[in-house]
């Protein structure tokens, strides 16, 4: 196996700094003389970032119906599958399947190994979900995923809102009925729990917070308090507890939802964020037309 920093510094090495902006990072989370460096482009918008136990980080383009693969060891990019159902964000079951909010016909997808998918859920009280928009595994197969409406250009339903809120959705393992959380969000959208099983973060794109809960022995969720006073895109979370915001570049909160770093990626709107590589110390960041990465001190949570 090659050093596991190898593809990166490679990257690096032909990869310029992609912001003149600087990175402001109060705790060392950033590696030393790192840079944004773009690791793969030519993409309509890049979405859902989510990375295997081998550090290999799936991520789609959600316009043109793809996701694909970033291989960890080479940094080569190659097409996972070309009837993605237009996925939007992403996690990884404990069974190694891929479950994906597949926006094209507002459904929740299982996808395997091979691609091949199943359809978890494709409707509530008879009618289509709005549009599923970011999703996360509980240790015990709970899955959660948000609901927020954003009218799609190749829908062919109505663009109006088919449910009676934008909620936060609970799935238990074979269960088909969906459990509405007590969220008290107005738009959600980013969506990430903590790997104990304890806490469940929700971004907040209406209200402009992030939020932090408590998860019950029953899956629902109590105790909301303040995680972070911005809005935010996709977000994920660091070893340490810190979390990582998209959406203007990538900023982060550490627990006591104080603002101690901020990575600018490029101009516009930074869509989502994970941890991947090898040693999981690559931040990947799905921004526009293109992905990037910069290496950092910390791990990734997942």
């Known amino acids: 196996m090659r050093n596991p920093g190898y593809a990166i510094a490679l990257l690096i090495l032909l990869a310029v700094q992609t912001s003149s902006a600087q990175i402001q990072d109060e705790t060392g989370l950033v590696a030393p003389n790192a840079e944004v460096v773009k690791l793969g482009e030519g993409y309509s918008f890049t979405e859902g970032p989510v990375a295997d136990p081998s550090g290999n980080v799936f991520f789609t383009d959600q316009p043109n119906n793809k996701i694909l693969k970033w291989e960890a060891e080479t940094g ?30 507002n459904q929740l997808w299982s996808i395997n190994a091979r691609g091949k998918h199943k359809v ?21 197969g709970n899955i959660y995923f948000t609901d927020p409406l954003y009218a799609r250009d190749y829908w062919k339903r109505t663009p109006e809102k088919q449910q009676d809120g934008e909620h936060v959705y609970l799935l ?19 969506i990430i729990g903590s790997p104990d099983g304890k806490n469940l973060y929700i971004a907040d794109i209406g209200d402009k917070k992030i939020y932090r809960y408590v998860i019950e022995p029953d899956g629902t969720v109590s105790g909301r308090s303040l995680a972070a006073p911005m809005a935010a895109d996709g977000i994920t979370l660091d070893e340490k507890g810190n979390l990582y915001l998209a959406g203007n570049g990538i900023t982060v909160f550490d627990k006591n939802a104080r603002q101690i770093a901020h990575i600018p990626v490029r101009k516009g709107w930074s869509a989502n964020v994970t941890f991947g590589g090898t040693d999981r110390r690559l931040l990947f960041v799905t921004a526009g037309d293109a992905v990037f990465g910069i290496r950092m001190n910390v791990k990734g949570a997942y």
């Open 76 to 105: 080569k990019i190659s097409v996972f599958s070309d009837q993605a159902g237009r996925s939007n964000g992403m996690f990884f079951d404990n069974k190694g399947n891929l479950i994906a909010c597949a926006d094209e016909h």
């Open 120 to 140: 978890l859920v494709k409707e509530r009280d008879g009618k289509l979900l709005n549009g599923p928009n970011d999703v996360w595994v509980h240790p015990n």
């Open 172 to 190: 238990k393992p074979g269960k088909k009925e969906l459990i509405v959380l007590n969220s008290g969000v107005v738009k959600p959208n980013g």
